[in-house]
């Protein structure tokens, strides 16, 4: 039974960290997004883990749980569609950060430098 309390209680701890992804994808909030995925996979491999023991639940718990991972999947199924401005967003974080890399080796470890010409967008 304590394995029931705890699988519900990471269940739930999933369906909140699932909900604010859903609010950072509304925000486009690419770091906010990333962190609560990355505390989903946590909790997934605990789940995993109680999951592995094979306790037995009774069917009231089993139908509680399936209710919970139906919230969970509901609130997927929202943040997929709006994913792909997130997506943009990160490509265009990752052109930046190629391009200081470049400026950043171009000139050694200064923090701030002049641009060179090479650099000059004017025509």
């Known amino acids: 039974m304590n394995d029931h309390v705890d699988k519900k209680q990471l269940l739930l701890s999933m369906k909140e960290e699932t909900s604010a992804q859903l609010h950072a994808v509304h925000a486009e909030n690419v770091d906010e997004f990333l962190h609560r995925v990355e505390k989903c996979e946590r909790i997934t491999k605990l789940i995993d883990q109680l999951d592995?023991?094979?306790?037995?639940?009774?069917?009231?718990?089993?139908?509680?749980?399936?209710?919970?991972?139906?919230d969970i999947l509901e609130l997927r199924e929202q943040i997929t569609p709006l994913l792909e401005p997130l997506r943009e967003k990160l490509r265009q974080r990752s052109v930046i950060e190629r391009k200081q890399t470049i400026i950043h080796q171009g000139y050694g470890e200064e923090d701030t430098y002049h641009p060179s010409i090479f650099f000059d967008k004017k025509n």
């Open 52 to 70: 592995s023991m094979g306790n037995k639940s009774e069917p009231a718990e089993e139908k509680e749980i399936k209710h919970i991972i139906k």
